[in-house]
């Protein structure tokens, strides 16, 4: 079984080439979902939260406030705005210690249903690849690169946030330009959807090409 791994900076189009891959028959395993599905009221990751940050962590519902969750983390109301999104981009080191091991087992557990179906090659959708040391599972890596300006003007308009805000997103993630020195494969999404298209179809020719030995045993 092949697992791609597919990684990049916020709003640098994982999500749209993602959607390339399920397009082309490849599943893709989502690390946003899962990590979603880790703070769910009762499961582990959930009771790991409490135990560190105490009930007033918990909505009235029992589930985690995710905006308070974020200010206790960052201890910066500047930052705040950085929790109306998942969880698990906020804080990496902290999110990182506290989750990784159910976020971990979450994905592996979603691999292992799409081996038991038979799939030869899936993609692992994990924005923090590299931070949380997932690369090592996956090859080739891709990342989905764009130029800081595009960036920028893409995230302020998807998520209707001030510039600051949106470099505040930005800058609390390990820098894109690094990333891109660590993959396999880089997608240049700073163009339009068409180029787009045209450079993940050229990147799934490489996904395509047969391993070699040392890449067959994950070696790096
Ligand atoms: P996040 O890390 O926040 O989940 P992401 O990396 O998944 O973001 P996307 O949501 O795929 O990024 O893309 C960010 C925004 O840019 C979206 O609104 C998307 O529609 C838009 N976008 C992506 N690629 C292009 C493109 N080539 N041309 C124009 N808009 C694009």
């Known amino acids: 079984m092949r697992i791609v791994g597919l990684t990049g900076g916020i709003g640098s189009g994982k999500s749209t080439v993602s959607n390339l891959f399920k397009a082309h028959g490849i ?5 946003d979902v899962v990590a979603r599905n880790v703070l769910k009221k009762g499961t582990g990751g959930w009771r790991k939260v409490v135990a560190a ?3 007033e962590i918990l ?3 029992g589930e985690v406030d995710r905006p308070k969750l974020g200010q206790i983390v960052f201890n910066d109301p500047d930052k705040r705005q950085l929790l109306n999104r998942e969880v698990y981009f906020l804080d990496v080191e902290t999110v ?3 989750l990784a091991p159910y976020i971990s087992t979450g994905i592996l557990l979603e691999v292992f249903k799409l081996w038991m179906k038979g799939c030869k090659t899936i993609t692992l959708d994990v924005p923090l690849l590299f931070e949380a040391n997932m690369d090592k599972w996956t090859k080739p890596i891709i990342v989905v690169w764009v130029d800081p300006q595009t960036q920028l003007e ?5 998520d209707g946030t001030t ?3 949106a470099n505040s997103r930005i800058n609390a993630q390990m820098p894109l330009d690094l990333k891109k020195t660590k993959t396999d494969i880089v997608i240049d999404n700073s163009g339009s959807l ?3 298209n045209k450079r993940f179809r050229e990147a799934l020719a490489d996904v395509k090409r047969p ?3 040392a890449e067959f045993g994950l070696c790096r």
Not at 27 to 31: L, T
Not at 154 to 158: K, V
């Open 96 to 98: 990182t210690k506290l």
């Open 53 to 55: 940050f105490g009930n």
């Open 27 to 31: 599943p893709v395993v989502d690390a």
């Open 163 to 165: 510039a600051e805000e």
């Open 194 to 196: 068409d180029d787009l």
């Open 59 to 61: 909505l009235p519902s």
């Open 154 to 158: 893409r995230l302020m308009s998807r």
């Open 211 to 213: 391993l070699t030995w």
